[in-house]
């Protein structure tokens, strides 16, 4: 079964880090271009970031640009999020995505991805 987990949610500091990753078990992540969201309760599920199979594209939702950073390693099948000067808006469940049918390119949209993460807490304090 195809799966995608993601780790390192936890409690900071406004104004501390966070490094998510994203593993994939099952399947390989090369050919995929890999999403991060995020979903307050009561609100829309949000595109945070994404990146393409090759790394060549990125995408940053204006509200982490300058302060969050997508990569990839292909070799060890994982995707991280880095999270720098994190604020309390920034306070939600975080998910990570992979969208087999567009890998070249980096989508932001909740309907192209596949196959999705179960999530991982991230509680900004102020």
């Known amino acids: 079964q195809v799966q995608l987990v993601e780790s390192g949610g936890g409690l900071v500091q406004a104004g501390g880090s966070l490094r998510l990753s994203c593993a994939a078990s099952?399947?390989?992540?090369?050919?995929?271009?890999i999403g991060w969201f995020r979903q307050v309760p009561g609100k829309e599920r949000e595109g945070v970031s994404c990146i393409s199979s090759s790394s060549g594209t990125t995408y940053y939702a204006d509200s982490v640009k300058g302060r969050f950073t997508i990569s990839r390693d292909n070799a060890k099948n994982t995707v991280y999020l880095q999270m720098d000067s994190l604020n309390p808006e920034d306070t939600a469940v975080y998910y990570c995505a992979a969208d087999r049918t567009h890998p070249h390119k980096c989508y932001h949209y909740i309907g192209f991805y596949d196959y999705w993460g179960q999530g991982t807490l991230v509680t900004v304090s102020s």
């Open positions: 099952r399947f390989t992540l090369d050919y995929y271009a």
